[in-house]
């Protein structure tokens, strides 16, 4: 389906020289095979799209978004900073107006990093889109910004940066946690008790094909995009839900990311996971860019089973129309005290326990320290009638033994900058 003609801009950064493994899904072919596939099938030909070199994000960058107890050295490498920034190329690109869409194809993804980075956590280690977006948050002055994860794997990192920011509607379409790493992205979940509705799950069931999908994008996707209005539209456009992809259960073609990307219209995608190297990632990524583009994607002709394409129970297909109408109901009725926070003494209080399970440090220091990590971390979000409330951190793991740290939202009031200064303020 052809739609208006962009200017799209496609950052390229494959890492050569980082791995987890020397055999590890997550690695440099990943890109490699992608652009090989855009040069043969002379997608750089058409007028509008073009290549641009990634920059460097700077621990300042990655600051502005993470708590990092060991240090940003110790939890990101070159290749880390260099993915995030390319995000951030891209984002400006777009802020800038030098192209109408941009699509960031990087390595490693970054969607699992939490808001706080002991070790790393699902091959990510800092959050690029957080990164990104917080970046052009800084320099562009948006406030509106909507993310629609569409990894088959729950983009848990991002919802927990953005748990608290009624500013960031975040909506996670992706495999059911009860079957697949890692485990939450539940409806239930919906954000912090300032927050509430601004955190969207879509839990899919296994086997659920492209029918399943763009009927979740239509039904809920795309109107909670419509009502929040936001300036800025991201896609964390992970493509391990496609049939071929090793290490997931799920049925989505080419043809069907790239219709989800048209119905989703991101102003600027940022890859994430997708393991199928040669059977999957050249044709998805290339569906995605055409949809991006404007360019008629059914073209895109990928290897298909003896059987025909994949296609969804229709019994999934009921199930995500009763998912709908759970969502959109619980989102209807605000209850803070689902958020899984306690207001106690003017300040809402939860305990967590983060499992890291990537190792923490660059690979020249591998073997100095815990190849597993879990993090311990209690938040207190102050109970503010004027703001979404300053948020304290507390947080301790093997390789750091205690620490306190304070968020302040963008928006935030006197009372709470006040009390940020106030480093031994008790919480009650």
């Not at 590890?24 to 750089?44: K, N, S």
């Not at 059987?307 to 959109?328: C, F, H, K, N």
Request: hydrophobic share 35%; proline share 8%.
């Amino acid at each position: 389906m052809k739609g208006k003609k962009e200017k799209l801009g496609l950052i390229f950064f494959p890492a050569y020289d980082w791995a987890i493994s020397d055999y590890h899904p997550e690695r440099e072919e990943r890109l490699l095979y992608t652009h090989d596939q855009l040069m043969e099938e002379g997608i750089f030909d058409f007028p509008g799209i073009k290549e641009y070199r990634p920059i460097a994000a700077t621990a300042e960058d990655v600051l502005r978004v993470h708590i990092c107890p060991p240090g940003v050295d110790k939890v990101a490498a070159a290749p880390h900073l260099i993915s995030a920034g390319g995000a951030i190329t891209a984002g400006r690109l777009w802020a800038n107006k030098e192209v109408d869409k941009a699509f960031a194809l990087v390595r490693p993804p970054g969607h699992h990093a939490t808001l706080v980075v002991h070790g790393g956590r699902g091959f990510c280690n800092i959050n690029n889109e957080a990164i990104m977006i917080e970046k052009l948050r800084e320099e562009f002055g948006i406030k509106k910004v909507a993310i629609v994860d569409t990894d088959c794997h729950h983009g848990d990192g991002s919802q927990d940066i953005y748990w608290h920011d009624p500013d960031t509607l975040f909506i996670s379409i992706h495999q059911d946690g009860r079957t697949l790493y890692p485990g939450t992205g539940d409806i239930t979940e919906m954000g912090g008790p300032k927050a509430w509705g601004a955190t969207i799950n879509i839990p899919l069931p296994p086997a659920t094909g492209d029918e399943g999908f763009l009927r979740a994008t239509r039904q809920i996707v795309r109107p909670l995009l419509d009502e929040f209005q936001p300036e800025l539209v991201v896609n964390s456009a992970g493509q391990d839900n496609h049939f071929t992809d090793p290490i997931t259960n799920m049925k989505l073609t080419a043809r069907g990311y790239a219709e989800m990307s048209a119905i989703i219209n991101p102003d600027v995608a940022v890859l994430e996971g997708g393991y199928a190297i040669q059977g999957a990632l050249p044709f998805t990524n290339m569906a995605i860019i055409m949809s991006m583009a404007g360019l008629d994607w059914r073209k895109v002709n990928e290897p298909m089973p003896s059987q025909g394409p994949p296609t969804t129970d229709p019994r999934v297909l009921d199930y995500i129309d009763a998912l709908t109408e759970s969502i959109m109901e619980m989102r209807a009725n605000p209850k803070p005290e689902k958020s899984g926070s306690v207001l106690r003494n003017g300040w809402w209080q939860r305990d967590r326990r983060i499992f890291c399970d990537t190792h923490p440090v660059t690979r020249d220091l591998e073997g100095m320290w815990p190849s597993y990590l879990n993090e311990h971390r209690k938040e207190s979000l102050r109970d503010c009638p004027d703001c979404p409330g300053l948020l304290v951190v507390e947080t301790s793991s093997e390789v750091c033994k205690g620490g306190k740290y304070f968020k302040l939202p963008r928006q935030a009031c006197d009372k709470c900058k006040s009390l940020a200064a106030q480093v031994n303020y008790p919480l009650g």
